[in-house]
């Protein structure tokens, strides 16, 4: 996944846990946050989401997980003194049908339709039945930018990145990298890279260089800071580093918010929906063939 080869055993050590202990099993994991958007600093969180299968998979699927409550799909476990704030495991058949109808507790989320963008699309994943190649042809079809872009404008709206004439730079390359985002699903119409060097390759020639040396600035002086700090703290970094305030970067993130101003989300259809089922439903056939139908090479060959 990321890191050394001592914190993915730890990374390894949780599963089988989670497996020991709610009798499923974990079949895709990805890094998610900072890390899988190649901003992190020195003492960045490092989050994960891992997918799992209960014992009755695949012949009991579940099509309607707006009907149940979290806690039924959704397992959550810490690790103490470790750099993992918490593991969450999530029911792969419910996950992939967010891309159909994104809610649960029977409360429509766009939030959740961008999760599974997120999760599936991490350049960091743990992936032992190669899911995340499988199922890149299911993210294009079943793709809906109108419950993305919702999503991400939201999200763009809450950054606050200037405060007080102070410039945060992590807040600053999120809402950078999430202004990116909205305009690559409004444009190719798919789910953005995650990684924030690849997602730039298609940005303003002009921003390309300039954002990833911000980056790379910030990610020294969170680095220095750890290096010098004798508290111990976790994860202070993110409050205290500050960037440059640079017009290019305002300009673009502000054209942004101007031109989603006012956003109004469209739902699928009734028709798109079932459309978006049955190739959800294909989706079950590939992963069903993925966990138990494979034909295994031998061993002497």
Known sequence: MFGSEELQEKILEGIKKCERERKVKVVYGAVLGSISRGTQFADSDYDTRFLYIKRDFPAKIIRHPEKLEEKELIYRMALENTCFEQFSFWEISSFLHYMVYPAI???????????????????????????????????????????????????????????YGVINAKAYLKALYTALSIEYADQYHEFPPVYLPALLQTAPFELRNQVLE?????????????????????????????????????????????????????????????????????????????FFEEEPVMEQW
């Open 105 to 163: 507790n029977r409360r429509f989320s766009s939030g959740l339709y961008a999760v599974v963008g997120d999760t599936m699309l991490s350049p960091y994943v743990w992936d032992p039945y190669g899911i995340q190649q499988k199922m890149l042809p299911l993210l294009k079809v079943c793709f809906h930018k109108d419950y993305y872009i919702d999503s991400r404008r939201k999200m763009l709206a809450q950054i606050r990145w200037d405060r």
């Open 214 to 290: 911000t980056v790379k600035q910030a990610q020294k002086e969170a680095r220095e800071c750890v290096k010098t700090d004798i508290t111990g703290n976790c994860h202070y970094t993110g409050s205290i580093i500050t960037a440059e305030r640079m017009e290019i970067f305002d300009e673009y993130i502000n054209q942004v918010m101007c031109k989603f101003d006012g956003y109004k989300m469209e739902y699928l259809s009734r028709d798109e929906q079932k459309w978006r089922e049955e190739q959800v439903e294909w989706g079950y056939e590939v992963l069903k063939r993925s």
